[in-house]
């Protein structure tokens, strides 16, 4: 079983920045694939972007060039930094894996832009 902890959400103003956390409760963190996923009220939740375990990194156009995902596996922990933030980007941000064939999420924190 993994356990998701993400910390580091608030209130910003636009063209702000913010740094998001996630700690994972698994030996197995180095392995997995680690993801950012966010829901707007009246949305669906949408990837934002993902980590491999070799480092590769994908975004969803919408954060390209702003949002930046790194990890460390001697804290077991990934990162998601935000800058340039727009009104547009608030919503719950939840932290995702899959191990052993089951998805794993974390509890979400709120990042709120105002404008």
């Known amino acids: 079983q993994v356990q998701l902890s993400e910390s580091g959400g608030g209130l910003v103003q636009a063209g702000g920045s913010l740094r998001l956390s996630c700690a994972a409760s698994?030996?197995?963190?180095?392995?997995?694939?680690m993801a950012w996923y966010r829901q707007a009220p009246g949305n669906q939740r949408e990837l934002v972007a993902h980590i491999t375990n070799f480092g590769g990194t994908l975004y969803a156009d919408s954060v390209k060039g702003r949002f930046t995902i790194s990890r460390d596996n001697a804290k077991n922990t990934v990162y998601l930094q935000m800058k340039s933030l727009k009104p547009e980007d608030t919503a719950v941000y939840y932290c995702q894996s899959k191990y052993a064939g089951r998805d794993y999420w974390g509890q979400g924190t709120q990042v709120t832009v105002s404008s």
């Open positions: 698994t030996t197995a963190f180095s392995m997995l694939r």
